[in-house]
């Protein structure tokens, strides 16, 4: 089994990729959407959330408190300490997918992940894909997406890695700088080349 990371700014198009590679036949695990689930799902996480940030973390059912968890990890800059608590569990349960995965016979697991190389490149990867494209078309797709101000982007950007200096990680760098179709062809290019390339090596 091949096990890819996939990673790249805002805006820059690796949902799409993503999203390709799904259709090809990968499984694709979203970082960010196991995080919320382990954030509801998982008792120690939860646990541990309630002991730093309050009681208020949940409400009354079970559920986020997304607005308490904003306020009090974002905008009191304590974001780093909610990482500390969820980033690891997100690590020890795509482990745990993996095995599970290769029970399976799934060919090729995929996890997107923004903040995939914040500290270097991970073990568990055979390969590691950055999604790259121009700032103005990143701010234009999020625009469009999102319907918010260019500065609400840039901010965003601005809080995120500087993707550039992350090039020496990844093994595979695809441009997402033509129409959507063409990106598509791309990935669909890369899925095959990836396969070509790692399927006796794994």
């Not at 996480?45 to 309630?50: A, S, T, Y």
């Not at 009191?76 to 997918?97: C, M, S, T, W, Y």
């Amino acid at each position: 089994m091949i096990v890819a990371g996939v990673t790249g700014g805002i805006g820059s198009g690796k949902s799409t990729f993503c999203k390709v590679w799904d259709d090809m036949g990968a499984k694709v695990v979203y970082a960010d959407d196991l995080a919320k689930q382990l954030m509801v799902e998982d008792r120690s996480v939860k646990k541990r959330l309630v002991k730093l940030f309050g009681e208020e973390t949940y409400t009354q059912d079970g559920a986020l408190n997304k607005e308490h968890l904003i306020e009090e990890a974002f905008l009191k800059g304590r974001v780093e300490e909610l990482n500390r608590v969820v980033h690891p569990a997100v690590r020890d349960k795509f482990q745990e997918i993996i095995e599970n995965s290769k029970k399976a016979d799934v060919e090729v697991l995929v996890k997107e992940a923004a903040l995939l190389l914040n500290n270097g490149r991970p073990e568990e990867l055979d390969a590691v894909i950055l999604v790259i494209s121009s700032k103005s078309d990143q701010i234009k797709r999020v625009q469009e997406r999102d319907d918010v101000k260019e500065e609400d982007v840039l901010e965003r950007m601005n809080k995120q890695p500087d993707f550039e200096s992350l090039k020496s990680y990844a093994d595979y760098v695809i441009n997402n700088d033509g129409t959507l179709d063409e990106f598509k062809l791309k990935s669909k290019e890369l899925y095959l080349k990836v396969l070509e390339d790692l399927r006796d090596k794994v």
